[in-house]
């Protein structure tokens, strides 16, 4: 899958989806990702690397981990704004094998603003026990953060039982512990107040108003993350090249435009290789 500045609007509500992903390599760029509730926004089980970059994303994101599945997946310089509950939710469908390497999440100069940033919610082997949980996810999964800006969340992280939706365990309530569960160590991440242009989206989404303009995401200069990527650019995604229309138009007249449709054009080309040998 390559998709490059597209807006997917679902608001029908927990259970939905924007995208799902059940294949190998998923490109994502530019793109706007609107699911304001407690469904499932984007998610699935990314099965080759992957790479979804410069994209806003309201709602969760969801990624299923097989055993015998590898792959990296990369999120670079996206925006999360979760009006449901959390940003990242992560599962395992069946268990990891002893030796098998875990899937790689790298996570970075993303800006993220939600009640609970990580949801472990979905383990093979159900039990109350929630140390075994945390070891099959630590198995399944390698988080790799640098340069992120979190504003504070109720939590960090969370364990909810599979079979037990009352069964909801605060694993880390400050960065600091989210570090130690995912062990990761000089990860340039902060936490501070994050400001946007249209106020308080959170609010604004939860009260009903699911047509916010693309403009109103951009950063207030008082922000967190404002100018703080070492090139001078936002945390987060750069508005200026999100969605259709003029983010589109801004994007092709970029050199990174001319590169997606060379690599795009070389996709495209051996995917109908592969089919002609296969037929």
């Not at 599962?91 to 390497?101: K, L, R, S």
Request: with cysteine.
């Amino acid at each position: 899958i390559s998709l490059v500045n597209c807006s997917i609007v679902d608001l029908r509500g927990e259970g939905a989806g924007c995208l799902h992903v059940d294949g190998g390599t998923t490109f994502v760029q530019n793109c706007e990702f609107i699911q304001p509730g407690y469904g499932g926004g984007v998610g699935g089980e990314f099965k080759a690397d992957s790479v979804l970059k410069n994209s806003l994303f309201v709602g969760p994101v969801h990624l299923y981990e097989h055993t015998g599945v590898t792959g990296s997946i990369t999120f670079q310089s996206n925006t999360f704004v979760a009006p449901g509950a959390y940003s990242i939710g992560l599962g395992v469908i069946t268990p990891v094998e002893d030796g098998e390497a875990p899937k790689q999440i790298r996570f970075q100069d993303n800006l993220i603003q939600s009640e609970i940033v990580m949801n472990l919610g979905h383990v093979p082997r159900e039990g109350s026990d929630v140390d075994v949980a945390a070891v099959q996810f630590k198995q399944a999964f390698r988080w790799e953060e640098l340069g992120n800006v979190f504003q504070k969340p109720n939590q960090y992280l969370r364990f909810t039982g599979r079979n037990n939706s009352k069964l909801k365990i605060r694993l880390a309530s400050d960065l600091n512990g989210f570090h130690r569960f995912w062990e990761q160590e000089n990860s340039g991440s902060k936490e501070g107040i994050i400001r946007f242009r249209g106020g308080d989206l959170i609010a604004r989404f939860r009260s009903g108003e699911n047509s916010i303009p693309i403009d109103d995401f951009r950063l207030r200069s008082d922000s967190a993350g404002y100018r703080a990527v070492p090139n001078g650019e936002d945390v987060g995604a750069s508005i200026d090249f999100v969605g259709p229309g003029e983010g589109y138009e801004r994007w092709k007249k970029t050199d990174e435009y001319q590169q997606w449709l060379l690599e795009t054009a070389e996709l495209i080309t051996g995917g109908i290789q592969t089919q002609a040998a296969a037929n």
